[in-house]
Every structure is written in structure tokens, then in C-alpha cells.
């Protein structure tokens, strides 16, 4: 795989192969941040990486800000649609869950708050063209 990528995806299954690829060039300390409308396919991108980790447990972190997951790799996977403020974050120690050098860090709806992002992150960009079709870029910052 290489960056940047954008690609259209036009089933599931593609989305799956997309997500397998990037998945194999992961490495502990990473930080994924993805962005697109909602039902463009966030959790679904997660979901499918994790697959790769023998994680089967993803869903969005809706109350909790934050879910962690463990399996070959240990995963942070932040949503910040619900936040009303970068205070929430600090509250919970959101810098030391990203300085955790033995975790890979998803956050869905990072634009949110772009000002408390790592300079280096891999920025997955999903756009919906119709009901099984989507744009995806991948850009490695
Ligand atoms: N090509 C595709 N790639 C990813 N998801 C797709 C695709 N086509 C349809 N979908 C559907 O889009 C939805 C995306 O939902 P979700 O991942 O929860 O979105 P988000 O987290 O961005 O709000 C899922 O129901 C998924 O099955
Ligand atoms: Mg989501």
C-alpha cells in the first residue's frame, strides 16, 4: 500500500481488502484518525482493521469517549462525536493514552478537534457516493 491513497470502494468486501493491507503496515504507537459524514464507514474501516488483530468486539465508543481492546495488538478507539469540548479529553488523560508507545489509537470524528492531533498519523478520509460505494483516502502525515 502506498500513500496517499484514494480509492473507490464499492462493496463491503472491497472496503475489507482496503482495510486488510493497511492493517499489515500498523504498528504499535500509530494513530489513526478518520473522518467522514456519518454511515460513511468509520467503525466499519475500525472494525475491519481490528478483524486483522483477532478483535471482534468493535462498536463505537458512545458513553465511555473511549474503548480499548486487546488482542495481537492492544487498540485505543476514541470517538469524539459526542464531545463538547478538548476538556473531556484532557479529563481522561487523552495524551497518555497517545503516548502510549504499546497501542494503536483510532479516533473517528478527529477533526473535531485538530488543534490536539499528533503531527505524525495516518488520516483515513471516507467519502459516500451511494448506498455500497465510497471514497476512501488513506494520507500518512
Ligand atoms: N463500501 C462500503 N464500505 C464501508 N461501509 C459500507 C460500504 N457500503 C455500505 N457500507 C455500510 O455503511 C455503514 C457504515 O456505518 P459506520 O461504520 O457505523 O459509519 P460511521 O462510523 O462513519 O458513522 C455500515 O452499515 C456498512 O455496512
Ligand atoms: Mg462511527
Excluded at 496517499?4 to 482496503?18: A, C, H, Q
Excluded at 467503525?43 to 473511549?66: D, H, L, M, Q, R
Aim: with cysteine; net charge negative; glycine share 6%.
Amino acid at each position: 500500500m502506498e500513500f496517499p491513497l484514494k480509492e473507490i470502494s464499492g462493496s463491503k468486501e472491497n472496503t475489507k481488502k482496503i482495510a486488510d493491507e493497511f492493517a499489515k503496515l500498523l504498528k504499535p504507537g500509530d494513530v489513526v484518525c478518520l473522518n467522514g459524514d456519518l454511515g460513511s464507514g468509520k467503525t466499519f474501516f475500525v472494525k475491519a482493521v481490528c478483524v486483522n488483530f483477532g478483535i471482534n468486539e468493535v462498536n463505537s465508543p458512545t458513553f465511555a469517549i473511549v474503548n480499548e481492546y486487546f488482542g495481537k495488538k492492544k487498540i485505543y478507539h476514541f470517538d469524539f462525536y459526542r464531545l463538547k469540548n478538548e476538556e473531556e479529553l484532557m479529563e481522561i488523560g487523552f495524551y497518555e493514552y497517545l503516548n502510549d508507545t504499546e497501542a494503536i489509537t483510532f479516533i473517528e470524528w478527529s477533526d473535531k478537534f485538530p488543534d490536539i492531533l499528533p503531527q505524525h498519523r495516518f488520516d483515513v478520509n471516507i467519502k459516500t457516493k451511494n448506498e455500497n460505494s465510497r471514497e476512501i483516502e488513506i494520507i500518512r502525515l
